[in-house]
Nanobody, 121 residues
Framework: QVQLVESGGGLVQAGGSLRLSCAAS????????MGWFRQAPGKEREFVTA????????LYADSVKGRFTISRDNAKNTVYLQMNSLKPEDTAVYYC??????????????WGQGTQVTVSS
């Protein structure tokens, strides 16, 4: 089993920045790739970004390209999501995912509990 704990969410004004963290524990050798998804009220969970085990390969949703950056520190078993130029439409619960690869949520085996990001206009 792998446990994922997100942190770093909060309230920020439009144009601001936040950095989310996701710490993995347990069978961390299984977390070869990790990703972030988000879910706004009344909407389906959507893919945001993913990074492979080495950090060399990344995927981004078109809506966040150029604004969000995913990175990882394998020594700390932690993945980060740097979010810049935030927009009100980025408001959602952000979930960390592991044990899979790609843009589809069902491709991932492990999930965190989520952290709320609210962007005010």
């Amino acid at each position: 089993q792998v446990q994922l704990v997100e942190s770093g969410g909060g309230l920020v004004q439009a144009g601001g920045s936040l950095r989310l963290s996701c710490a993995a524990s347990g069978r961390t050798r299984s977390t070869y790739s990790m990703g972030w998804f988000r879910q706004a009220p009344g909407k389906e969970r959507e893919f945001v970004t993913a990074v492979n085990w080495s950090g060399a390969n990344t995927l981004y949703a078109d809506s966040v390209k150029g604004r969000f950056t995913i990175s990882r520190d394998n020594a700390k078993n932690t993945v980060y999501l740097q979010m810049n130029s935030l927009k009100p439409e980025d408001t959602a619960v952000y979930y960390c995912a592991a044990g899979g690869w790609g843009t589809v949520s069902t491709d991932y085996a492990y999930w965190g509990q989520g952290t709320q990001v609210t962007v005010s206009s």
